[in-house]
């Protein structure tokens, strides 16, 4: 055949990666692991193994052991004890430390890679140049966090014994995601890996040992759900991280809730990929097969549906179907391959099923290609015509399946973009960059990629919004989720203020006071509650000085419809909303000595306490509207040719539930960052002091905040907050009170798996800049959408 005809044909020859090493490995170990405990192999306390096989035959691998809740209790018993330690050597030494491991996995890259491939059914081309490049990349990146952490992380410390759970799709990447940055900020670590794929973590463990990682700093506890749920509810777990599907994110809300673990979640997705009419079809196709079918599309990111404008979706679909009759499906240790095996016939079964569904919902098309008789494989799948609420288009796959519906105008694609529970990542197809910068920030989810897909890198934070969890895993970002802000080890216990016995002879109380009723604020309007009742409201002495409305769920659903409208609060820049916090701190200074009588005459404080608390408050104003134009985003630059906007955007809807203490020190202290940030609020006031908050309004009033901006229910804390946190149309809610509210609130949060940022029952020192003001409360009035954007021809 002459060259020429080689050049016409293009026809592929087998290109095998021999598996030889790697099943050599497995033999030296008797194809039989236990877990890694300590800095030692540990038998399961079971005495079971499972076996692991090879999705693309079907074979037995080897043998894993089932760990149980004795095996997690010594695991954390052990990485306790190492703790301490692996803290006190100091970030430059375990910065040594990370760059070992970095090493050494480079060094077994290729042992590494077959592993995957074997365990996992992936093609051995992703495991060699995508995936383990990208795990000696996170051990070297971190390591450089650890060397700076005392200068970069001063005021924070690591947050302590980390319980780690992976899932089966990038088994060594979720485990460097996950381990480089927590042991890197001081931390210790128990990973659990998936079930299906156990075999690289287990060959993670070996280099931990061989380059002398301290006992203890590194534990690997295999298993199956079980064992994860006995890792998850260990009391003596500080952290809680793991990725995997909505489902079981639910699951460990709902057990973590209360307990004061600090818990991120990276969980489904159904990510847009979205194609304007001026794209370059052509690089587009080649977008969504790197999108779709890349790890055979069990991706949480996978662009799982397309979204074309109507001008050029007939010709993107030929070329979309032309280019999958391409695609060659096979062994995956075959480098001329472009899809491998499904993880396990389970998942197999999962994705035959919804697309069996799908010949009902669109018009299901599948390329004529030759598929292996043994093993788990499923070809290349396009599912057209598909109305953006059928199933296929709500429903995560998790397999090679991509489903395309089509849109008008830039409005709609966002419409139908955000039309999902899920918000994981996007990709955004235009040669106008003006088109599409502007509709990247338009869309709910934590990443977008710019003509390009499935781009990672350490440095860029990586997670998403709504029910694809919260959290982000890289970069400095990352980072400020292995640490914690050094005071909080020592607050000291939240105390519920004593309700003042009522006295019996209320005659000296002043008619003036009782005569008036303060309304709920909302909307920019006073409004009467629902309910039609009131509270009395107490002095310090016990005098009845007036009543406030009692709020209820309708009042809390009015409150949030309110909110969500006042989208222009949002949309002002960030110059425009420091001048009206900044205009609400003077009204409040010309009113100070009204708002510190209220106080000392609420709270029993002195004069000169009564009138300290309103000065810092109005210095709080005023240092978050300096605040609100200068948290700015941040500009990365990934190993390739383009840059990472890290843009820090506000939540949304929150809500705010608001402690007894300092009521109008702590309430401004919760209110004013969120409000800075763009975000609309629903707040409720505190239970025992609310006519601070309804004599704040009044100032509101006057203060040109629009309506809706900020919303202030009165009522009882507890039942209110757990409204809030149950309402799908709010995106985070804080709550600052007692444990058992805590709890509350993160068990009702499950709903739409919002943000939360509890006290678990600690009380703040709201005069302390430290504790009351800054970054911290920034952070979570935040949350940070890295748009990937490359430039050149």
């Given amino acids: 055949m002459s060259i020429a005809e080689i050049f016409d044909k293009i026809d592929y020859g087998p290109a095998p990666e021999s598996s030889e090493t790697a099943l050599q490995w497995i033999a030296a170990r008797k194809g039989k692991f236990d877990h890694f405990i300590n800095g030692d192999w540990?038998?399961?306390?079971?005495?079971?193994?499972?076996?692991?096989?090879?999705?693309?035959?079907?074979?037995?691998?080897?043998?894993?052991?089932?760990?149980?809740?004795?095996?997690?209790?010594?695991?954390?018993?052990?990485?306790?004890?190492?703790?301490?330690?692996?803290?006190?050597?100091?970030?430059?030494?375990?910065?040594?430390?990370?760059?070992?491991?970095?090493?050494?996995?480079?060094?077994?890259?290729?042992?590494?890679?077959?592993?995957?491939?074997?365990?996992?059914?992936?093609?051995?081309?992703?495991?060699?140049?995508?995936?383990?490049?990208?795990?000696?990349?996170?051990?070297?990146?971190?390591?450089?966090?650890?060397?700076?952490?005392?200068?970069?992380?001063?005021?924070?410390?690591?947050?302590?014994?980390?319980?780690?759970?992976?899932?089966?799709?990038?088994?060594?990447?979720?485990?460097?995601?996950?381990?480089?940055?927590?042991?890197?900020?001081?931390?210790?670590?128990?990973?659990?890996?998936?079930?299906?794929?156990?075999?690289?973590?287990?060959?993670?463990?070996?280099?931990?040992?061989?380059?002398?990682?301290?006992?203890?700093?590194?534990?690997?506890?295999?298993?199956?759900?079980?064992?994860?749920?006995?890792?998850?509810?260990?009391?003596?777990?500080?952290?809680?991280?793991?990725?995997?599907?909505?489902?079981?994110?639910?699951?460990?809300?709902?057990?973590?809730?209360?307990?004061?673990?600090?818990?991120?979640?990276?969980?489904?997705?159904?990510?847009?990929?979205?194609?304007?009419?001026?794209?370059?079809?052509?690089?587009?196709?080649?977008?969504?097969?790197?999108?779709?079918?890349?790890?055979?599309?069990?991706?949480?990111?996978?662009?799982?549906?397309?979204?074309?404008?109507?001008?050029?979706?007939?010709?993107?679909?030929?070329?979309?179907?032309?280019?999958?009759?391409?695609?060659?499906?096979?062994?995956?240790?075959?480098?001329?391959?472009?899809?491998?095996?499904?993880?396990?016939?389970?998942?197999?079964?999962?994705?035959?099923?919804?697309?069996?569904?799908?010949?009902?919902?669109?018009?299901?098309?599948?390329?004529?290609?030759?598929?292996?008789?043994?093993?788990?494989?499923?070809?290349?799948?396009?599912?057209?015509?598909?109305?953006?609420?059928?199933?296929?288009?709500?429903?995560?796959?998790?397999?090679?399946?991509?489903?395309?519906?089509?849109?008008?105008?830039?409005?709609?694609?966002?419409?139908?973009?955000?039309?999902?529970?899920?918000?994981?990542?996007?990709?955004?197809?235009?040669?106008?960059?003006?088109?599409?910068?502007?509709?990247?920030?338009?869309?709910?989810?934590?990443?977008?990629?710019?003509?390009?897909t499935n781009q990672f890198d350490a440095a860029c934070g990586f997670g998403g919004n709504r029910e694809s969890g919260y959290g982000r895993e890289g970069g400095h970002e990352g980072m400020m989720e292995v640490l914690k802000p050094k005071f909080l080890s020592k607050l000291p216990l939240y105390k519920e203020l004593k309700s003042p016995t009522p006295q019996e002879d209320e005659s000296n109380a002043s008619l003036a006071n009782l005569d008036r009723t303060p309304k709920l604020y909302i909307g920019g309007k006073q409004a009467r509650p629902d309910s039609g009742y009131s509270m009395p409201v107490f002095s310090a002495k016990g005098e009845k000085i007036g009543e406030v409305g009692e709020g209820n769920r309708k009042d809390i659903r009015n409150a949030v419809e309110a909110a969500r409208k006042a989208t222009g609060w949002t949309k002002a820049s960030s110059h425009n909303r420091a001048q009206v916090l900044y205009y609400l701190a003077e009204n409040l200074d010309i009113r100070k000595s009204e708002l510190a009588d209220r106080l000392k005459v609420l709270t029993g404080v002195s004069t000169k306490k009564a009138q300290a608390e309103v000065d810092a408050t109005i210095q709080r104003l005023f240092s978050y509207g300096a605040w609100t134009d200068k948290y700015e985003s941040a500009v990365h630059s990934p190993p390739m040719r383009g840059v990472t906007l890290a843009m820090k955007e506000p939540i949304g809807t929150m809500g705010i539930v608001c402690p007894d203490d300092n009521p109008l020190l702590s309430m401004v202290s919760l209110a004013a960052p969120a409000l800075a940030m763009g975000n609309r609020i629903v707040l409720i006031a505190s239970e025992r002091h609310p006519l601070t908050a309804t004599d704040f309004y009044q100032v509101l009033e006057t203060s040109d905040m629009p309506a809706g901006a900020m919303n202030i229910i009165t009522g009882p804390r507890d039942s209110l907050a757990k409204t809030l946190a149950e309402h799908d149309d709010v995106k985070s809610v804080w709550y600052f009170g007692p444990t058992d509210g805590s709890r509350l609130v993160e068990a009702a949060s499950i709903g739409n798996m919002k943000r939360t940022w509890v006290n678990n029952g600690k009380a703040r020192d709201w005069f302390d800049i430290a504790q009351g003001e800054g970054r911290e409360f920034l952070r979570q009035a935040t949350q940070i959408k890295n748009i990937w954007i490359p430039y050149g021809e």
């Avoid at 777990?237 to 307990?259: H, M, N, P, Q, Y």
């Avoid at 391959?337 to 009902?360: R, Y």
């Avoid at 599409?436 to 003509?451: E, T």
């Fill in 42 to 452: 540990v038998k399961p306390s079971s005495k079971k193994w499972f076996e692991s096989r090879n999705p693309a035959t079907g074979k037995p691998l080897a043998k894993i052991a089932a760990g149980n809740a004795k095996d997690i209790e010594a695991a954390v018993s052990a990485a306790r004890a190492a703790q301490k330690g692996w803290t006190n050597i100091g970030g430059p030494a375990r910065a040594r430390y990370l760059y070992a491991l970095a090493r050494a996995l480079q060094r077994n890259s290729r042992l590494l890679a077959v592993l995957e491939t074997l365990d996992n059914g992936k093609p051995v081309r992703e495991t060699r140049d995508i995936d383990i490049p990208l795990v000696a990349r996170h051990f070297y990146h971190h390591a450089g966090w650890a060397q700076l952490q005392d200068q970069e992380f001063a005021e924070f410390e690591p947050i302590g014994v980390i319980g780690q759970i992976i899932p089966w799709n990038f088994p060594l990447l979720m485990l460097a995601w996950k381990i480089a940055p927590a042991i890197a900020a001081g931390n210790t670590v128990i990973l659990k890996p998936a079930e299906y794929t156990s075999l690289t973590a287990l060959c993670f463990a070996e280099i931990c040992k061989d380059v002398g990682l301290p006992d203890g700093v590194v534990n690997i506890v295999t298993g199956d759900g079980a064992t994860g749920e006995a890792l998850v509810k260990h009391p003596d777990i500080d952290k809680i991280a793991f990725t995997g599907s909505t489902e079981v994110g639910r699951l460990i809300r709902a057990a973590t809730a209360g307990s004061g673990k600090h818990l991120t979640l990276e969980l489904g997705g159904k990510s847009p990929f979205i194609v304007f009419e001026d794209a370059d079809l052509d690089s587009a196709v080649e977008g969504v097969v790197d999108a779709i079918w890349f790890n055979q599309g069990q991706v949480c990111c996978a662009g799982s549906r397309l979204l074309l404008q109507e001008g050029i979706a007939e010709k993107m679909i030929a070329k979309l179907r032309q280019r999958m009759e391409t695609l060659r499906i096979g062994d995956p240790l075959d480098k001329s391959i472009d899809m491998g095996a499904i993880v396990d016939p389970a998942q197999l079964a999962i994705i035959t099923k919804l697309v069996k569904k799908g010949e009902n919902e669109g018009s299901v098309w599948q390329p004529k290609c030759d598929m292996p008789k043994d093993g788990s494989f499923y070809p290349p799948t396009l599912i057209s015509d598909v109305a953006p609420a059928a199933t296929v288009a709500q429903e995560e796959i998790f397999g090679p399946v991509i489903v395309s519906m089509t849109f008008r105008t830039p409005d709609e694609a966002v419409a139908i973009a955000n039309n999902t529970r899920y918000g994981l990542a996007a990709s955004v197809w235009s040669e106008n960059i003006n088109l599409a910068l502007d509709i990247a920030p338009k869309l709910d989810c934590g990443v977008v990629w710019v003509n390009s």
